[in-house]
Each structure stands twice: as C-alpha cells, then as structure tokens.
C-alpha cells in the first residue's frame, strides 16, 4: 500500500477538522468586527429606524408651520389649514378644486387669474392666500345663478369675446370688476381699464363690446 493509500491518522483528521474550524472562527470575528466599526462611526440615534416627515421648511432650512384660515368663496364658508406660501390662485386651484381661474403667466402680467376678493378684482398668482383670511371672493364659477349666466357671460356670447376661451374667465372678472368700479363709459374707458387682461387670440372687439353691453344691462 503506498503512502497516498494509507487512511489518515486521527491526529491528521483531528488537526484538519481544528484548521477548518480555525478557519471559520476567524471569519466570523472578522465579520463582527468590521460590522462594530461601521455602526460605531454611525451618529448615535441615526441607526433607528426613519422619523416621520418633517414639516415643510424654507430656504434656511427652518419648518413653516401650517396656518389656519378661513375664506367666503362664493358664498360658501371655507376653514382651511395651507401652508402660509401659497398664493390664492394656488390654494383655489388645487385645495378648493376651483380651476376655472387660470394659471397664465404666474407673473401678474396676463390677468388670466383674475379674481374678486371683497368686490375688488385681483391677480390671485400675486399673493398669498393668509393675507385674506376673512376676505369674500368670488371666482367665476359663482357668477352664474344656477342655469342663469350673469349679464357679463351672456354678453362674452352674444359677441364672441372669446375664441381659446383660456384667458375668458379672467377677463370676465375683470370686466365685471371694471363695471363696478365705473369705468366702462366708452370704448376707450374700457380699453384702458382692461389693459391688463392679455388675449392672445386677439379677441378685444368682442371683449370691449361684450363688456360695453353689460355695463348698459347692468
């Protein structure tokens, strides 16, 4: 029998089995080790588990509390809880689900977003909707009296003032605000008063004219 052939000895198996498991030992120990030193470099408390979300902050980094107001939006009485950034024309848009005022420019320079706040027409991009708690607003859904259109409307038919009809329901707040303020007397009066309401079809005959119509209804 050669030396290949001949069966171990039990010390030859014994010293095998104490290398393997020398082997493995010391894999483990290594492994805890390297495991120690990656969570003792972590911050203490930053290995439990997520924090809920944190409020909104803001440019230097503290939170923006919520406020609480409350709004009359065409005759109905809202309590609203907003973050205290948002312009009006957001929080009519997007809380209130009111989207018949536009989002034009978000500039004030197109008047797409014109609303009523307390009987005054207004760009609603240009402020913010806290600076109005208490305020009565009207938007243009609540013109219409149920299936009656307001004098305004019914004109902005009778003669085409409208072809996109994107900008149709700032120019009729507008116009409705240019009628009260009594400054829709002629052609050139109303003109003047509703340069800041932008049509880019180029709609503004029928505009002036719808508007010189329900000033003469109204």
């Not at 803001?58 to 312009?87: F, H, K, W, Y």
């Not at 013109?143 to 902005?156: S, T, V």
């Not at 996109?164 to 007397?185: K, L």
Request: aromatic share 4%; with cysteine.
């Amino acid at each position: 029998m050669s030396e290949h052939d001949k069966p171990e000895s039990e010390e030859a198996r014994s010293g095998g089995a104490e290398a393997v498991h020398y082997a493995f030992f010391r894999r483990d120990v290594l492994q805890m080790a390297a495991g120690a030193a990656t969570l003792a470099a972590i911050p203490h408390g930053t290995a439990t588990a997520a924090p809920p979300a944190a409020a909104p902050t803001n440019q230097e980094g503290t939170s923006v509390m919520p406020a609480r107001i409350r709004l009359t939006v065409n005759g109905n009485s809202r309590e609203l809880e907003l973050d205290p950034r948002q312009s009006l024309l957001d929080v009519l848009r997007e809380t209130l689900d009111l989207t018949g005022t536009k989002k034009g420019c978000n500039q004030g320079a197109c008047g797409a977003c014109t609303i009523l706040v307390d009987g005054k027409r207004i760009n609603s991009c240009l402020t913010l909707a806290i600076m109005h708690d208490g305020a009565e607003i009207t938007t243009i859904e609540g013109l219409a009296k149920g299936d009656e259109l307001h004098p305004l409307q019914a004109a902005f038919i009778e003669h085409d003032g409208l072809q996109c009809g994107f900008c149709t329901s700032g120019q009729i707040m507008s116009g409705v605000g240019c009628i009260a303020e009594g400054h829709a007397h002629s052609p050139e009066e109303i003109r003047f008063w509703m340069s800041g309401n932008i049509c880019r079809c180029g709609a503004y005959p029928g505009i002036v004219a719808a508007v010189a119509d329900a000033a003469g209804r109204t």
